[in-house]
Protein backbone atom coordinates (compact mmCIF):
# COMPACT_ATOMS: atom_id res chain seq x y z
CA UNK A 1 0.00 0.00 0.00
CA UNK A 2 1.28 3.34 -0.99
CA UNK A 3 1.00 6.02 1.73
CA UNK A 4 2.27 9.01 0.92
CA UNK A 5 1.68 10.13 4.43
CA UNK A 6 4.92 7.65 5.59
CA UNK A 7 6.83 9.41 3.25
CA UNK A 8 5.99 12.99 4.57
CA UNK A 9 6.61 11.90 8.03
CA UNK A 10 9.97 10.11 7.13
CA UNK A 11 11.32 13.58 5.85
CA UNK A 12 9.57 15.46 8.50
CA UNK A 13 11.81 13.83 10.62
CA UNK A 14 15.54 13.44 9.16
CA UNK A 15 14.60 15.45 5.79
CA UNK A 16 18.49 16.48 5.90
CA UNK A 17 18.39 13.31 4.14
CA UNK A 18 20.80 12.64 2.02
CA UNK A 19 21.31 9.09 0.97
CA UNK A 20 20.63 6.20 3.61
CA UNK A 21 23.54 5.24 4.10
CA UNK A 22 23.56 3.22 7.84
CA UNK A 23 25.86 3.46 10.91
CA UNK A 24 27.57 -0.06 9.66
CA UNK A 25 28.23 1.53 6.18
CA UNK A 26 30.35 3.69 7.26
CA UNK A 27 32.03 1.85 10.00
CA UNK A 28 30.76 3.61 12.90
CA UNK A 29 32.71 7.15 11.46
CA UNK A 30 29.55 9.63 11.66
CA UNK A 31 27.16 7.20 9.99
CA UNK A 32 23.64 8.92 10.15
CA UNK A 33 21.70 7.56 13.21
CA UNK A 34 18.50 9.71 13.51
CA UNK A 35 16.42 9.41 16.46
CA UNK A 36 12.69 9.46 15.22
CA UNK A 37 9.60 9.43 17.62
CA UNK A 38 6.13 9.64 16.87
CA UNK A 39 4.01 12.81 17.04
CA UNK A 40 7.24 14.83 15.76
CA UNK A 41 4.74 17.89 15.77
CA UNK A 42 5.22 18.34 19.30
CA UNK A 43 8.73 20.32 18.65
CA UNK A 44 7.83 22.64 16.17
CA UNK A 45 8.42 26.25 17.37
CA UNK A 46 4.64 26.92 17.73
CA UNK A 47 5.49 30.90 17.64
CA UNK A 48 7.08 33.60 16.07
CA UNK A 49 8.56 35.46 18.18
CA UNK A 50 10.70 32.03 19.14
CA UNK A 51 10.98 31.11 15.65
CA UNK A 52 12.76 34.32 14.73
CA UNK A 53 15.32 33.41 17.63
CA UNK A 54 16.91 30.66 16.43
CA UNK A 55 14.29 28.27 18.59
CA UNK A 56 15.37 30.00 21.81
CA UNK A 57 12.95 29.76 24.75
CA UNK A 58 13.41 28.01 28.03
CA UNK A 59 15.40 31.27 29.53
CA UNK A 60 13.70 34.33 27.71
CA UNK A 61 11.08 37.14 28.86
CA UNK A 62 8.16 35.07 29.55
CA UNK A 63 5.07 35.77 27.08
CA UNK A 64 1.87 33.95 26.36
CA UNK A 65 3.40 30.96 24.29
CA UNK A 66 6.08 29.99 26.92
CA UNK A 67 3.66 26.59 27.35
CA UNK A 68 6.00 25.20 24.76
CA UNK A 69 9.50 26.58 25.80
CA UNK A 70 8.75 27.00 29.81
CA UNK A 71 5.82 26.95 31.26
CA UNK A 72 7.32 28.21 34.93
CA UNK A 73 7.92 31.50 33.20
CA UNK A 74 3.89 32.06 33.24
CA UNK A 75 4.62 33.14 37.38
CA UNK A 76 6.68 36.19 35.64
CA UNK A 77 3.99 37.43 32.88
CA UNK A 78 4.21 41.15 33.15
CA UNK A 79 -0.09 41.34 32.39
CA UNK A 80 -2.79 40.09 34.36
CA UNK A 81 -4.03 37.93 30.97
CA UNK A 82 -2.96 37.27 27.56
CA UNK A 83 -4.56 35.09 24.56
CA UNK A 84 -1.85 34.88 21.37
CA UNK A 85 -2.60 32.80 17.99
CA UNK A 86 -0.13 31.83 16.10
CA UNK A 87 -0.32 30.41 12.32
CA UNK A 88 2.47 28.65 10.12
CA UNK A 89 2.90 27.28 6.78
CA UNK A 90 4.89 24.35 7.17
CA UNK A 91 6.99 22.63 4.91
CA UNK A 92 5.45 23.87 1.77
CA UNK A 93 8.18 22.96 -0.59
CA UNK A 94 6.92 19.19 0.27
CA UNK A 95 3.31 19.79 0.97
CA UNK A 96 1.19 22.80 -0.34
CA UNK A 97 -1.36 22.65 2.38
CA UNK A 98 0.37 21.48 5.81
CA UNK A 99 0.26 23.83 8.19
CA UNK A 100 0.75 24.48 11.73
CA UNK A 101 -2.23 26.83 14.15
CA UNK A 102 -1.58 27.08 18.49
CA UNK A 103 -3.79 29.13 19.96
CA UNK A 104 -3.31 30.13 23.94
CA UNK A 105 -4.03 31.47 26.83
CA UNK A 106 -2.56 32.86 30.13
CA UNK A 107 -4.45 33.76 33.32
CA UNK A 108 -2.74 35.31 36.54
CA UNK A 109 -4.63 33.68 39.69
CA UNK A 110 -2.57 35.99 42.01
CA UNK A 111 0.77 37.47 42.93
CA UNK A 112 2.31 33.81 43.33
CA UNK A 113 0.77 31.93 40.48
CA UNK A 114 -0.58 31.38 36.92
CA UNK A 115 -3.12 29.05 35.10
CA UNK A 116 -2.44 28.56 31.34
CA UNK A 117 -4.01 26.41 28.46
CA UNK A 118 -3.43 25.78 24.76
CA UNK A 119 -4.47 23.78 21.64
CA UNK A 120 -2.33 23.21 18.68
CA UNK A 121 -3.69 21.72 15.73
CA UNK A 122 -1.37 20.27 12.95
CA UNK A 123 -2.92 19.26 9.60
CA UNK A 124 -0.84 17.83 6.77
CA UNK A 125 -3.36 18.86 3.95
CA UNK A 126 -5.36 16.77 1.49
CA UNK A 127 -3.79 13.37 0.44
CA UNK A 128 -4.66 10.79 -1.89
CA UNK A 129 -4.28 7.05 -0.46
CA UNK A 130 -3.59 4.04 -2.76
CA UNK A 131 -3.70 0.04 -2.54
CA UNK A 132 -0.57 -2.08 -3.16
CA UNK A 133 -2.14 -1.77 -6.75
CA UNK A 134 -2.28 2.16 -7.15
CA UNK A 135 -6.16 1.62 -6.69
CA UNK A 136 -7.64 4.83 -5.36
CA UNK A 137 -8.43 4.73 -1.93
CA UNK A 138 -9.84 7.93 -1.57
CA UNK A 139 -8.80 11.54 -0.10
CA UNK A 140 -8.41 12.55 3.17
CA UNK A 141 -6.90 14.61 5.80
CA UNK A 142 -4.51 13.50 7.88
CA UNK A 143 -4.33 16.00 10.76
CA UNK A 144 -2.51 16.03 14.66
CA UNK A 145 -3.57 18.18 17.81
CA UNK A 146 -2.42 18.74 21.14
CA UNK A 147 -4.24 20.43 24.31
CA UNK A 148 -2.07 21.50 26.95
CA UNK A 149 -2.82 23.10 30.45
CA UNK A 150 -0.46 24.04 33.38
CA UNK A 151 0.05 25.68 36.67
CA UNK A 152 3.13 27.85 37.45
CA UNK A 153 4.04 29.42 40.79
CA UNK A 154 6.83 31.34 42.11
CA UNK A 155 8.68 29.45 44.92
CA UNK A 156 11.13 32.56 45.90
CA UNK A 157 11.10 35.83 44.86
CA UNK A 158 13.66 34.20 42.08
CA UNK A 159 12.60 31.08 41.31
CA UNK A 160 9.66 29.32 39.98
CA UNK A 161 7.84 26.16 39.05
CA UNK A 162 5.54 24.32 37.00
CA UNK A 163 3.57 21.11 36.38
CA UNK A 164 1.76 20.52 32.67
CA UNK A 165 -0.36 17.88 31.61
CA UNK A 166 -0.88 17.17 27.83
CA UNK A 167 -3.63 14.64 25.66
CA UNK A 168 -2.11 13.99 22.77
CA UNK A 169 -4.29 12.40 19.10
CA UNK A 170 -2.90 11.65 15.88
CA UNK A 171 -4.77 10.79 13.06
CA UNK A 172 -2.74 10.27 10.44
CA UNK A 173 -3.64 7.01 8.66
CA UNK A 174 -7.20 7.46 8.58
CA UNK A 175 -8.57 4.00 9.25
CA UNK A 176 -6.56 2.87 6.22
CA UNK A 177 -4.38 -0.95 6.15
CA UNK A 178 -1.68 -1.22 6.44
CA UNK A 179 0.36 -4.83 5.56
CA UNK A 180 -2.94 -6.30 6.21
CA UNK A 181 -3.92 -4.87 9.47
CA UNK A 182 -6.67 -1.88 9.94
CA UNK A 183 -4.88 1.43 11.95
CA UNK A 184 -6.76 3.60 14.22
CA UNK A 185 -5.89 7.01 15.14
CA UNK A 186 -2.52 7.13 18.24
CA UNK A 187 -3.14 9.39 21.06
CA UNK A 188 -1.13 9.71 24.72
CA UNK A 189 -0.89 11.54 27.58
CA UNK A 190 2.24 13.53 28.87
CA UNK A 191 3.45 16.18 31.19
CA UNK A 192 5.81 18.24 31.27
CA UNK A 193 8.24 19.43 34.67
CA UNK A 194 10.08 22.99 34.34
CA UNK A 195 12.09 25.57 36.61
CA UNK A 196 12.70 29.00 35.54
CA UNK A 197 15.01 31.58 37.69
CA UNK A 198 15.53 35.36 37.15
CA UNK A 199 17.51 37.61 38.94
CA UNK A 200 18.89 41.68 38.13
CA UNK A 201 22.47 41.65 38.52
CA UNK A 202 25.27 44.15 38.09
CA UNK A 203 27.38 42.74 36.39
CA UNK A 204 27.89 45.91 33.99
CA UNK A 205 29.35 49.28 34.99
CA UNK A 206 26.26 52.18 34.09
CA UNK A 207 24.14 49.14 32.72
CA UNK A 208 20.82 47.51 34.65
CA UNK A 209 20.65 43.95 33.58
CA UNK A 210 18.92 40.83 34.69
CA UNK A 211 20.03 36.85 34.16
CA UNK A 212 17.71 33.85 33.59
CA UNK A 213 17.86 30.26 33.30
CA UNK A 214 15.50 27.81 32.83
CA UNK A 215 14.71 23.98 32.23
CA UNK A 216 12.12 21.89 30.85
CA UNK A 217 11.32 18.51 30.37
CA UNK A 218 8.65 17.85 27.97
CA UNK A 219 6.03 14.85 26.81
CA UNK A 220 7.05 12.98 29.52
CA UNK A 221 4.19 10.31 28.37
CA UNK A 222 3.22 6.92 27.01
CA UNK A 223 4.21 5.63 23.74
CA UNK A 224 1.87 6.12 20.62
CA UNK A 225 0.81 3.73 18.25
CA UNK A 226 -1.98 3.43 15.14
CA UNK A 227 -2.44 -0.39 15.12
CA UNK A 228 -4.72 -1.28 18.38
CA UNK A 229 -3.71 -5.03 17.59
CA UNK A 230 -0.38 -4.74 18.06
CA UNK A 231 2.06 -4.06 20.88
CA UNK A 232 4.23 -2.27 19.36
CA UNK A 233 3.98 1.40 19.93
CA UNK A 234 7.06 4.63 19.40
CA UNK A 235 8.18 6.91 22.11
CA UNK A 236 6.86 10.25 22.10
CA UNK A 237 9.66 13.31 21.48
CA UNK A 238 10.48 13.31 25.49
CA UNK A 239 12.65 16.06 25.40
CA UNK A 240 15.15 17.70 27.97
CA UNK A 241 15.71 22.00 27.12
CA UNK A 242 18.06 24.20 29.30
CA UNK A 243 19.73 27.15 29.29
CA UNK A 244 20.13 30.88 30.12
CA UNK A 245 19.39 34.61 29.02
CA UNK A 246 21.32 37.81 29.59
CA UNK A 247 19.14 40.60 29.04
CA UNK A 248 20.63 44.65 29.26
CA UNK A 249 18.63 47.55 29.52
CA UNK A 250 21.49 50.26 27.86
CA UNK A 251 19.04 52.97 28.46
CA UNK A 252 15.73 54.22 29.07
CA UNK A 253 14.58 53.61 25.42
CA UNK A 254 16.95 50.44 24.59
CA UNK A 255 17.26 46.54 25.46
CA UNK A 256 18.93 43.78 24.04
CA UNK A 257 18.86 39.87 25.35
CA UNK A 258 20.98 37.02 24.40
CA UNK A 259 19.55 33.75 24.69
CA UNK A 260 20.63 29.85 24.40
CA UNK A 261 18.85 26.86 24.64
CA UNK A 262 20.47 23.59 24.88
CA UNK A 263 17.87 20.38 23.29
CA UNK A 264 18.52 16.64 23.49
CA UNK A 265 15.93 13.94 23.26
CA UNK A 266 15.70 11.44 26.01
CA UNK A 267 14.76 8.64 24.01
CA UNK A 268 16.39 5.67 23.10
CA UNK A 269 19.25 6.01 20.60
CA UNK A 270 18.52 3.34 17.98
CA UNK A 271 21.32 0.29 17.75
CA UNK A 272 23.10 -1.09 15.29
CA UNK A 273 21.99 -4.75 14.72
CA UNK A 274 24.11 -7.98 12.99
CA UNK A 275 23.80 -8.67 9.52
CA UNK A 276 23.77 -11.65 7.88
CA UNK A 277 25.72 -12.04 4.59
CA UNK A 278 23.31 -10.77 2.43
CA UNK A 279 22.56 -7.33 4.53
CA UNK A 280 19.57 -8.89 6.73
CA UNK A 281 18.68 -8.45 10.26
CA UNK A 282 19.71 -11.77 12.62
CA UNK A 283 16.66 -12.79 14.45
CA UNK A 284 17.07 -14.11 18.09
CA UNK A 285 15.51 -17.23 17.71
CA UNK A 286 11.81 -17.56 19.67
CA UNK A 287 11.62 -13.82 20.17
CA UNK A 288 10.53 -10.53 17.58
CA UNK A 289 13.72 -9.00 18.69
CA UNK A 290 17.14 -8.90 16.43
CA UNK A 291 21.12 -9.44 17.65
CA UNK A 292 22.21 -6.10 18.62
CA UNK A 293 26.44 -5.27 17.34
CA UNK A 294 26.44 -2.25 18.87
CA UNK A 295 24.21 0.23 21.29
CA UNK A 296 21.56 -0.99 23.56
CA UNK A 297 17.59 -2.67 22.92
CA UNK A 298 15.62 0.17 22.19
CA UNK A 299 12.60 -1.90 23.29
CA UNK A 300 12.21 -0.43 27.23
CA UNK A 301 9.84 1.13 29.56
CA UNK A 302 9.59 5.15 28.89
CA UNK A 303 11.36 5.59 32.17
CA UNK A 304 13.65 3.63 31.40
CA UNK A 305 14.54 5.38 27.81
CA UNK A 306 14.76 8.26 29.39
CA UNK A 307 17.74 7.17 31.79
CA UNK A 308 19.02 5.12 28.36
CA UNK A 309 19.25 7.92 26.56
CA UNK A 310 22.18 9.30 28.11
CA UNK A 311 24.63 6.63 27.45
CA UNK A 312 23.15 3.99 24.54
CA UNK A 313 24.67 5.26 21.26
CA UNK A 314 25.93 2.83 19.34
CA UNK A 315 29.10 5.26 18.65
CA UNK A 316 29.58 6.00 22.52
CA UNK A 317 30.71 9.07 24.05
CA UNK A 318 31.21 11.29 20.53
CA UNK A 319 28.10 10.05 19.41
CA UNK A 320 25.79 10.64 22.58
CA UNK A 321 27.63 14.43 22.15
CA UNK A 322 25.87 14.93 18.65
CA UNK A 323 22.42 13.91 20.17
CA UNK A 324 22.46 17.72 21.55
CA UNK A 325 21.28 20.25 19.37
CA UNK A 326 21.96 24.54 20.00
CA UNK A 327 19.76 27.29 19.11
CA UNK A 328 20.71 30.82 20.29
CA UNK A 329 18.91 33.66 19.79
CA UNK A 330 19.14 37.50 20.60
CA UNK A 331 16.32 40.33 20.58
CA UNK A 332 16.40 44.02 20.94
CA UNK A 333 13.57 46.10 21.85
CA UNK A 334 12.92 49.80 21.19
CA UNK A 335 11.24 51.86 24.03
CA UNK A 336 9.22 48.55 24.53
CA UNK A 337 7.17 48.96 21.25
CA UNK A 338 9.20 47.95 18.04
CA UNK A 339 11.10 44.68 18.64
CA UNK A 340 14.24 42.72 15.99
CA UNK A 341 14.79 39.58 16.35
CA UNK A 342 17.70 37.08 15.33
CA UNK A 343 18.57 33.44 15.95
CA UNK A 344 20.52 30.45 14.51
CA UNK A 345 19.55 26.68 15.39
CA UNK A 346 22.23 23.71 15.33
CA UNK A 347 21.52 19.87 14.61
CA UNK A 348 24.35 17.49 14.17
CA UNK A 349 24.40 16.07 10.57
CA UNK A 350 24.42 12.43 11.22
CA UNK A 351 21.25 13.47 13.96
CA UNK A 352 18.76 15.21 11.68
CA UNK A 353 21.23 18.05 10.26
CA UNK A 354 18.57 20.98 10.87
CA UNK A 355 20.72 23.75 10.47
CA UNK A 356 19.35 27.44 10.14
CA UNK A 357 19.42 31.29 10.66
CA UNK A 358 16.40 33.13 11.87
CA UNK A 359 15.00 36.70 11.12
CA UNK A 360 12.00 38.40 12.64
CA UNK A 361 10.37 41.58 14.04
CA UNK A 362 7.36 42.59 16.54
CA UNK A 363 5.61 45.51 17.33
CA UNK A 364 3.84 46.02 20.40
CA UNK A 365 0.65 48.86 20.87
CA UNK A 366 -1.42 49.24 23.98
CA UNK A 367 -2.87 45.42 24.27
CA UNK A 368 -2.05 44.35 20.57
CA UNK A 369 1.27 42.52 19.28
CA UNK A 370 2.38 41.50 16.44
CA UNK A 371 5.31 38.96 15.65
CA UNK A 372 6.26 37.84 12.37
CA UNK A 373 9.74 35.54 11.53
CA UNK A 374 11.60 34.01 8.63
CA UNK A 375 13.77 30.73 8.58
CA UNK A 376 17.00 30.52 6.29
CA UNK A 377 18.50 27.22 5.79
CA UNK A 378 22.36 26.93 6.10
CA UNK A 379 22.45 23.75 4.60
CA UNK A 380 20.08 24.90 1.24
CA UNK A 381 20.14 22.04 -0.37
CA UNK A 382 19.28 18.23 0.08
CA UNK A 383 19.65 15.31 -2.08
CA UNK A 384 16.25 16.43 -3.55
CA UNK A 385 17.67 19.70 -4.58
CA UNK A 386 16.08 21.55 -2.13
CA UNK A 387 15.68 22.15 1.80
CA UNK A 388 11.77 21.35 3.20
CA UNK A 389 12.33 24.42 5.23
CA UNK A 390 13.01 27.23 2.86
CA UNK A 391 10.28 30.11 2.90
CA UNK A 392 9.26 28.87 6.35
CA UNK A 393 6.86 31.77 7.96
CA UNK A 394 5.66 32.51 11.36
CA UNK A 395 2.31 34.61 12.38
CA UNK A 396 1.29 35.52 15.75
CA UNK A 397 -0.85 37.89 17.33
CA UNK A 398 -1.07 39.04 21.15
CA UNK A 399 -3.48 40.70 23.04
CA UNK A 400 -2.37 41.31 26.78
CA UNK A 401 -5.80 42.02 28.95
CA UNK A 402 -6.02 43.76 32.43
CA UNK A 403 -3.93 45.69 34.16
CA UNK A 404 -0.43 44.95 35.34
CA UNK A 405 0.11 42.51 38.11
CA UNK A 406 0.63 44.27 41.33
CA UNK A 407 4.32 43.47 42.64
CA UNK A 408 4.94 41.61 45.72
Known amino acids: MKLKIL????????????????????????????????VPFLMIAPDARAGSMGDAGVSSEPDVYSMHWNPAKYAYMATDMSVGLSY?????????????????????IDPMSTFAASLRYFTLGDIQFTDEFGNDNGTYSPNEWAVDATYSRKLTDNLSGAVSGRFIY???????????????????????????????????????????????????????GYNQSSIKKDFIPTNLRFGPTLTLE???YNTIAFSLDINKLLVPTPPIYKRDSLGNPIPI??????????????????????VQSFYDAPGGFNEEMRE?????????????????????????????????????????????????????????????????????????????????????
Open 250 to 252: IDD
Open 170 to 224: SDLTQGQFVQGAETSAGWSVAADVAVYWRKDVNWFQDIKSNFAWGVNISNIGAKL
Open 285 to 306: PGTDNFEIEAGMSDDVTVVKGM
Open 7 to 38: LISILFVSFAGAQAQTYNELNGQGGLNVITTA
Open 88 to 108: SPWLRNLVPDMNLAYLTFAKR
Open 324 to 408: FSFAFGTEYWYNKVFALRGGFFYEDKTKGNRKFASLGAGLRYNVFGLDFSYLIPVNSKTSTGTNPLSNTLRFALTFDLGKLPKKN
